[in-house]
């Protein structure tokens, strides 16, 4: 007699198997101990059945404390279990892997963050795949390795999302669905899988790697269609990384499944749901069908903004768009207004599937060579490819920041690349972000959310910014609040209940011109605001980041002047002895393609092939990427130093007229015909000829390549609150005169 061996009690599938095999002996992951090992060693002949893995559930909020009963349900008990039994004891070996191994290819060079932890698991299950594959392929044990896709049938698996939908449906709960319900999934009845187990046990078969699935793909939003979900009870999550179509490769199972009939979908929902009527069809079929009405529509080469561009002008007209195709890895398997972002070789592996009537190249930054290099592979596997800029079709030929790829950026504005570091005091921190959806603040949202911080509070005043951002940054660590910095007693509540423990403090208003002629909402903002901080950041001890600017180094504008006393607020607390956690500083030069700055605006009137204004021929700025000039934001949460401004290594000023034309060269790129036109206005009120990151009294020392700290004469603290009680006053008084003259008086002392 041969015993069937099953390790993983709680599993759905050996509940399934329960019912299919005999001579079972079931043994729990969770608790398997050296009496169970000695148990399984006392049987003469046995089949191994290996259904332990990391409950699903728990995957999604894995932590450093978590790893070890991951690594133990993963893969120890199966190398403890195989190194202790002879190899001839054992008749056959079946594990359940996971579908989810076939991402791992598509993903293996890629860095972002798996949200969800699906890459971790699928490398461990490929791991003991492959141990499996060598123990048995050495001590010739059979072995069937099933990559199991998404099962159902088990109403009491929570992680199915067949049940799911049943469930939500029956109780009139709301349901999560990813990225519009776009993709395409295989789903395979838990009990035909248990069925499989057994005929695989029972008879002589043929061992391997198998894909176990029915090998039909139902495209999510047509089962929710199909069941008549409300749609008042769909909340979308979009833009979220997955892989679009999941199908079983399924024609090696067939070869010894026969006439094996696959539970049907559709007649299970019904059942389940008691529906009169419904006709849910499969998309696609491995078996190279397409439903008679499959998919029919455009593909565009290129997710950046070119590819944006063209797909709102073709949405406009009533076009459907099936693909986004990109090279960029960081942009494969996520989604854009719900379109699939794939890579070409899963173009050509689907487009059998599709009917698809034409492609558009829209990368108009490509070099001639790698041009024609896409071009040529185009138009080899598709009849209608054309390409951007060609007006007679589309589009544009005008440039945009986010057609422009890093090189080409640090190459304007000659610097190197910076090499990106974690910072481990970030890890398991509440922060909170203010001017989170500003330029600096929502890069530093992002970037944030590439470590483990714990919870992001990301407040702004703006309602716009909050939309637009909200539905960028979908993690459910960050949380974006509408709020105004200047509201103390708001910003205590999220403080105090939120118990936050750093505060990036990147608000403030920032356009010199603006500024001028409204100096009162300047010195609100960005300096009575930032007391407040301050104020909050020493009562609750949270350690704070104040974000300032190069222009309040030996200042010259309203801009300048309010900066430079909200560095001389920050250091007021700082020289308090009763404040536990110093404020620290960070001061920069601009930031390449920031709203509203100069980069954009020439760029609007080279795009328009208008005259570029320029101020001064000799006018010279200091820049760096928004990328790296948050990281290195970033970088100073974990820097302990007695001093407590840091300085940004900027490099060397760049010309502004210099960098214009770099700016204009791109354009001819694009447009041979165009023709850089320009005039020289003259400085503006409070801009200077050639910015300075130091002030005169100021003194640089290297912390890093990176990073200098700033150490400069204080005056007394009793003259510091002198001159900002009076700066208060004038305030108070409303006098616009005597307001800017005491603004110049506290930030020159």
């Known amino acids: 007699m041969i015993n069937n061996i099953i390790i993983g009690e709680n599993s759905h599938l050996t509940n399934s198997l329960i019912k299919s095999l005999k001579n079972k002996i079931i043994f729990s992951s969770n608790k398997f101990s050296q009496a169970n090992l000695n148990e399984i060693k006392s049987y003469k002949k046995i089949n191994l059945i290996f259904n332990s893995f990391y409950p699903a559930k728990f995957l999604n909020n894995l932590t450093y404390r978590d790893y070890g009963s991951f690594e133990k349900l993963s893969i120890r008990i199966l190398v403890n279990i195989l190194k202790n039994i002879k190899p001839n004891?054992?008749?056959?070996?079946?594990?359940?892997?996971?579908?989810?191994?076939?991402?791992?290819?598509?993903?293996?060079?890629?860095?972002k963050l798996d949200r969800f932890n699906r890459e971790l698991y699928s490398s461990f299950k490929l791991s003991s795949e492959k141990i499996i594959l060598n123990y048995c392929t050495k001590n010739k044990v059979d072995y069937f390795i099933f990559r199991l896709f998404n099962t159902y049938g088990d109403s009491k698996d929570n992680f199915s999302f067949i049940e799911k939908i049943i469930k939500s449906k029956k109780k009139n709960k709301t349901i999560k669905l990813i990225n519009n319900g776009n993709s395409i999934r295989d789903f395979i009845?838990?009990?035909?899988v248990g069925k499989i187990y057994r005929i695989v046990i029972n008879k002589k078969v043929?061992?391997?790697?198998?894909?176990?699935?029915?090998?039909?793909?139902?495209?999510?939003?047509?089962?929710?269609?199909?069941?008549?979900?409300?749609?008042?009870?769909?909340f979308n999550v979009n833009n979220v990384r997955e892989i679009h179509n999941s199908i079983a490769r399924n024609k090696e199972l067939k070869k010894f499944l026969k006439n094996f009939k696959f539970d049907n979908l559709n007649n299970y929902l019904k059942k389940n749901l008691?529906?009169?009527?419904?006709?849910?069809?499969?998309?696609?079929?491995?078996?190279?069908?397409?439903?008679?009405?499959?998919?029919?529509?455009?593909?565009?080469?290129?997710?950046?903004?070119?590819?944006?561009?063209?797909?709102?002008?073709?949405?406009?007209?009533?076009?459907?768009?099936?693909?986004?195709?990109?090279?960029?890895?960081?942009?494969?398997?996520?989604?854009?207004?719900?379109?699939?972002?794939?890579?070409?070789?899963?173009?050509?592996?689907?487009?059998?599937?599709?009917?698809?009537?034409?492609?558009?190249?829209?990368?108009?930054?490509?070099?001639?060579?790698?041009?024609?290099k896409i071009m040529n592979k185009l138009r080899k596997n598709f009849f209608d490819v054309r390409y951007l800029p060609e007006k007679k079709f589309l589009l544009t030929d005008k440039i945009n920041i986010e057609d422009l790829k890093v090189n080409q950026v640090n190459d304007i504005i000659n610097r190197k690349q910076i090499k990106i570091k974690k910072i481990t005091k970030l890890n398991h921190k509440v922060i909170l972000v203010t001017g989170a959806t500003g330029t600096i603040g929502s890069e530093i949202c992002r970037q944030l959310l590439q470590h483990k911080v714990r919870k992001i509070i990301a407040i702004d005043n703006s309602e716009l910014g909050i939309y637009r951002y909200q539905s960028k940054l979908t993690d459910q660590r960050i949380k974006f609040k509408l709020v105004d910095v200047c509201d103390k007693l708001i910003l205590e509540d999220i403080i105090k209940s939120n118990k936050v423990e750093i505060i990036f403090h990147a608000s403030a208003y920032k356009h010199v011109n603006i500024l001028e002629k409204n100096i009162f909402s300047a010195v609100k903002n960005n300096i009575f605001a930032t007391e407040n901080i301050c104020n909050?950041?020493?009562?609750?001890?949270?350690?704070?980041?104040?974000?300032?600017?190069?222009?309040?180094?030996?200042?010259?504008?309203?801009?300048?002047?309010?900066?430079?006393?909200?560095?001389?607020?920050?250091?007021?607390?700082?020289?308090?002895?009763?404040?536990?956690?110093?404020?620290?500083?960070v001061r920069f030069g601009n930031v390449f393609g920031s709203s509203g700055s100069a980069i954009n605006n020439f760029m609007d009137k080279i795009n328009d092939e208008d005259i570029v204004q320029i101020t001064n021929k000799k006018a010279s700025r200091y820049f760096m990427t928004i990328s790296e000039a948050c990281h290195l934001v970033l970088q100073t949460a974990g820097i302990k130093s007695k001093k407590n401004i840091f300085i940004l290594n900027m490099g060397q000023p760049i010309n502004i007229f210099n960098l214009a034309k770099k700016l204009a060269k791109i354009k001819l790129n694009y447009n041979p015909n165009y023709k850089f036109k320009y005039e020289f206005t003259g400085l503006q009120p409070g801009e200077k000829l050639r910015e300075t990151l130091k002030g005169k009294r100021e003194v640089l020392k290297k912390l890093n390549d990176e990073i200098f700290e700033v150490t400069q004469n204080y005056q007394t603290k009793e003259l510091f609150n002198l001159y900002y009680r009076n700066l208060v006053a004038k305030y108070n008084e409303l006098n616009k005169k005597k307001l800017i003259n005491q603004l110049k008086q506290i930030s020159k002392y």
């Open 89 to 111: 004891r054992i008749n056959k070996i079946i594990y359940t892997s996971s579908a989810s191994v076939h991402r791992l290819l598509e993903n293996i060079d890629t860095q």
């Open 189 to 192: 009845n838990i009990n035909d």
């Open 206 to 234: 043929r061992s391997g790697i198998y894909d176990l699935g029915t090998g039909r793909g139902y495209l999510i939003k047509d089962i929710i269609n199909s069941i008549k979900f409300p749609t008042s009870r769909i």
């Open 274 to 372: 008691k529906l009169k009527k419904m006709n849910l069809k499969p998309v696609l079929n491995f078996e190279n069908k397409i439903r008679p009405s499959g998919p029919t529509g455009i593909v565009i080469y290129g997710a950046g903004n070119a590819g944006k561009q063209i797909f709102h002008e073709l949405r406009k007209n009533n076009e459907k768009i099936l693909f986004f195709v990109d090279d960029n890895s960081n942009l494969q398997n996520s989604h854009f207004n719900g379109v699939s972002i794939i890579n070409f070789q899963n173009l050509l592996n689907i487009k059998k599937f599709y009917f698809i009537k034409r492609i558009y190249l829209a990368i108009p930054s490509l070099g001639k060579n790698s041009f024609n």
């Open 536 to 585: 909050l950041s020493s009562e609750y001890s949270c350690e704070l980041i104040f974000v300032s600017t190069d222009k309040a180094a030996d200042p010259v504008s309203v801009l300048g002047y309010t900066k430079k006393v909200a560095e001389k607020v920050c250091e007021s607390f700082n020289r308090n002895n009763i404040i536990k956690k110093k404020i620290k500083i």
